[in-house]
């Protein structure tokens, strides 16, 4: 909830950037950049108290990242980010600076990619090699199938149904003794 959401006024799209810079904050560093424990104490702090520094909590981050989550964390909103094209700007100079190099990017793609294919293709082989097949010398035996529904209409249905399946199978030699 951005200051002016909590003094009740008027909001436009800067207050989506307040809110949006509360889940950058969150995302770079772990904690929420206003906590309290009633929702008046949140509120307090959301008007009053600003909130830690991004890389006092997490020192990894770039000091530009620092600036662009402070400024969509500012106060007034006159201060803040006007526009998302103008944060989206600030943030793409900080995605570039710590962009991988164009040459390595092809294995965040390619490697996992080869490594599925080789996974999938010794799984399809194991299966294959291991899936259960019939010859003409193995015997199969079924039992009769008895209706435990209590409904007479499924009387000897399960039986004939199983009989005339087992009839149209093209296996090479069949003999079918039904009583």
Do not use: C
Not at 30 to 37: C, H, I, K, L, P
Not at 121 to 137: D, K, M, P
């Amino acid at each position: 909830m951005s200051p002016e959401q909590v003094r009740g006024e008027k909001l436009d799209a800067r207050t989506d950037l307040f809110s949006f810079g509360l889940v950058l904050y969150e995302m770079a560093t772990g904690q929420r950049a206003f906590s309290g424990e009633t929702a008046a104490v949140v509120q307090d702090a959301i008007l009053n108290q600003p909130a830690v520094p991004v890389r006092q909590l997490n020192s990894s981050l770039s000091f530009k990242l620092e600036q662009i989550v402070g400024r969509a964390l500012e106060k007034d909103r006159e201060k803040r980010y006007q526009s998302a094209d103008e944060m989206r700007a600030d943030l793409e100079l900080v995605r570039d600076g710590s962009r991988p190099a164009k040459g390595a990017l092809w294995k965040w793609f390619v490697a996992p990619g080869v490594f599925i294919a080789l996974a999938l293709g010794g799984v399809l082989y194991w299966h294959s090699r291991n899936t259960f097949r019939l010859t003409a010398s193995d015997t199969v035996v079924f039992a009769d199938l008895s209706n435990l529904t209590g409904d007479r209409i499924f009387d000897d249905v399960l039986n004939t149904a199983l009989r005339v399946e087992l009839e149209q199978t093209p296996s090479p030699r069949h003999s079918t003794a039904f009583a």
